[in-house]
């Protein structure tokens, strides 16, 4: 069975700190996707990175870096000098490799909170 | 800047009434998929198509719930009859290469 756990439900913190948003995945599939999707308040489900699970290196966007970890299954996401703008509600999702399989599993988010 | 489309944005319909939601996937894209948010469920997938062909309309209740792509620039889903339970947001997302990007949603509210 494939499972995404994101445990935090909801994180505030002050402008300009630091924030990681954890995500733990279970997956029986040697090949595999993982996924980050931002919710802003607005309501859309904006596509933020996608990962491989053959490509192991961690990734800087701006201020935003994700840190892959197959041997804890787990694909984190950090925010550095976190913005007011940064507030939304933050998805995780796998996606199996397997032959003939489509479906994403959606951790149930993160809401975070970021203040001015 | 292609995006997935969806209308309508709003719907408020009565309880009973048909409701079509229509969604247009980024040219190109193979995969469409149809999710339900609420606060309480989160987002669950309702049903997906490749290349037009439904593989998994599992999560959706088949006795009023339909989902078709009558060609590729176009899916449909359908509530006959709706019912308060219904309400909530509905997202379409199309995908290519293993990634799938969302519309901006159908906000139901069954009265």
């Known amino acids: 069975a494939q499972k995404v756990t994101q445990a935090q439900t909801e994180i505030s913190v002050v402008e300009k700190e630091d924030v990681t948003l954890d995500c733990v995945y279970e997956?029986?599939?040697?090949?595999?996707?993982l996924f980050w999707y931002k919710q802003p308040p607005s309501g859309e489900l904006v596509f933020l990175i996608r990962r491989n699970s053959f490509d192991e290196q961690n990734e800087i966007s701006g201020r935003y870096s994700w840190n892959f970890q197959k041997s804890t299954s787990s694909f984190n996401f950090t925010i550095t000098a976190s913005q007011v703008v940064d507030s939304a509600v933050y998805f995780c999702?796998?996606?199996?490799?397997?032959?003939?399989?489509?479906?994403?599993?959606f951790g149930t988010g993160t809401r975070l909170k970021v203040l001015a | 800047d292609a995006r997935v489309t969806q209308t309508p944005r709003h719907k408020v319909t009565e309880m009973g009434q048909e409701v079509t939601m229509r969604c247009q996937p980024i040219l190109g894209h193979n995969t469409v998929f149809w999710y339900r948010q609420t606060m309480m469920q989160g987002l669950e997938l309702l049903a997906y198509?490749?290349?037009?062909?439904?593989?998994?309309d599992s999560g959706m209740p088949k006795d009023r719930f339909s989902a078709e792509m009558p060609d590729a620039t176009l899916a449909t889903l359908k509530i006959q009859p709706s019912e308060p339970r219904d309400s909530a947001v509905y997202f379409c997302a199309s995908g290519v290469e293993e990634t799938q990007y969302f519309g901006p949603g159908t906000r139901l509210l069954v009265l």
């Open positions: 999702a796998l996606r199996g490799g397997s032959s003939g399989t489509y479906k994403y599993i």
């Open positions: 997956t029986r599939d040697t090949t595999y996707y």
């Open positions: 198509f490749r290349n037009r062909a439904p593989l998994d």
